[in-house]
């Protein structure tokens, strides 16, 4: 039987497609099986987004409208909305025309429709007071590197990775093939780099800005740039974490996810206030994280990698640990890895971790080229929905849940651990 939900999923089976999920995953609870709908389906454009384009945090990539849809408009392209809650649930907005849901008003409030009929009420993540001030000097504090998702800020002051920098013959650069978040950007002078540390006067702009901001947030995930030196890229996230941690209260939880830093460091970042580390893997098979992450496997090293993990367990204690890992890119091309083979790698070393006390958080992984994704997004999804059915398991064996100080499901908008935790 499938687990009791608060939602009137009756209404959701006028959807094939989702009556496909649902019955093919009858073993998870309703709220789980809505918001893996929601994040591989989407949502239609509508007027409603528009409108609440204009008050709620933005997406990072606007809605571009198609050559008929600009007839009658003066621009190319619009804000929409980032983030909405359903219930307990944070979800991503991912606009796919295609799709069964919308998003429409009923009377005052925002409803989800599904196939035209009505789900349930949402609420779009409006933009934080914050996201309107500025510091002292003038400085907006949005250009100072700051973001929010759900209650938790994001505080990058350091936005360029390295890996961008350096060349790799074969393929350009040494960069995740996945990312592009690192790129250099027109933040990066702004926060005083390419230094490696950060100037005194730019850490004062940036503890200013988190100071104001954290009265509307609960925890904080810290960082800072991946360096081709490792020993650099500790020094910076000692030196902006001891800046950060001043000008917060104790309510306030700070995460650092930086690279695999050696031991010595994280005992320095426990000492000026970092609570958990998240050293983010993003792949465990040893032959895909070559290829995938070449900067981390040239500049650190899977061993180091591991072995960092395991050390910061001992500074920060079991369970407030984690690594991060991008879940779906390992069946995409080139890589073609079966279901079976990435769900038996990714379980084994989330098993390895979990002996360890470290935590493993499992991210769907959204590619900027959407065809092969829409043709294999039934074949994703299901291998997204057991791999953190099964690691749900595992953690219960191993007596390990998310630590929600740090990561919670106010927060965990592309993300289904902690929903596991709360709905299983």
Not at 196 to 203: A, C, G, P, S, V
């Amino acid at each position: 039987m499938r687990k009791k939900t608060n939602h009137p999923t009756l209404s959701i089976y006028k959807s094939t497609w989702l009556n496909k999920v649902f019955d093919a995953h009858n073993n998870i609870s309703g709220e789980i099986l809505l918001k893996i709908s929601l994040l591989f389906s989407g949502i239609r454009f509508t007027q409603e987004l528009e409108e609440a384009g204009k008050w709620a945090l933005p997406n990072y990539q606007p809605y571009r409208f198609s050559k008929e849809e600009r007839l009658g408009r003066e621009g190319d392209i619009v804000d929409i909305p980032y983030l909405l809650l359903l219930n307990k649930l944070l979800i991503r907005v991912k606009v796919n025309n295609k799709s069964p849901f919308q998003i429409l008003r009923k009377n005052e409030d925002y409803v989800l429709y599904c196939n035209e009929e009505p789900i349930e009420k949402i609420v779009f993540q409006k933009k934080p007071d914050w996201y309107s001030r500025k510091i002292e000097d003038g400085t907006p504090i949005p250009r100072l590197g700051l973001s929010q998702h759900g209650d938790m800020l994001i505080v990058n002051a350091s936005p360029g990775c390295e890996y961008f920098l350096h060349q790799d013959e074969s393929s350009g650069n040494y960069r995740c093939r996945f990312c592009f978040y690192g790129a250099p950007n027109p933040k990066m002078p702004t926060l005083g780099q390419p230094e490696t540390l950060i100037k005194e006067e730019d850490l004062l702009r940036l503890a200013e800005a988190v100071s104001i901001a954290s009265k509307e947030i609960n925890h904080i995930y810290l960082v800072a740039g991946s360096m081709a030196d490792i020993n650099q890229e500790a020094e910076r996230y000692i030196q902006v974490a001891s800046s950060i941690s001043r000008a917060v209260d104790d309510r306030v939880n700070i995460c650092c996810g930086s690279s695999a830093l050696p031991k010595e460091a994280s005992c320095e970042l426990k000492k000026y206030g970092v609570g958990a580390v998240c050293f983010n893997l993003e792949i465990w098979d040893e032959e895909l994280w070559d290829k995938i992450c070449p900067g981390k496997s040239k500049f650190v090293g899977r061993e180091n990698w591991i072995q960092g993990l395991t050390d910061a367990v001992d500074v920060f204690g079991r369970g407030n640990v984690m690594s991060a890992f991008v879940s779906g890119i390992e069946i995409m091309q080139p890589y073609a890895y079966s279901t079976q083979q990435a769900l038996k790698s990714s379980l084994d070393g989330a098993e390895f971790l979990l002996q360890k006390g470290v935590i493993s958080l499992f991210t769907l992984y959204w590619p900027r080229d959407a065809s092969e994704f829409e043709e294999k997004s039934d074949t994703i999804r299901d291998y997204f929905l057991e791999l953190s059915n099964e690691y749900h398991k595992l953690r219960k064996q191993y007596d390990l849940n998310i630590p929600n100080k740090f990561v919670c499901q106010d927060c965990s908008y592309m993300q289904l651990d902690c929903d596991f935790d709360c709905f299983m």
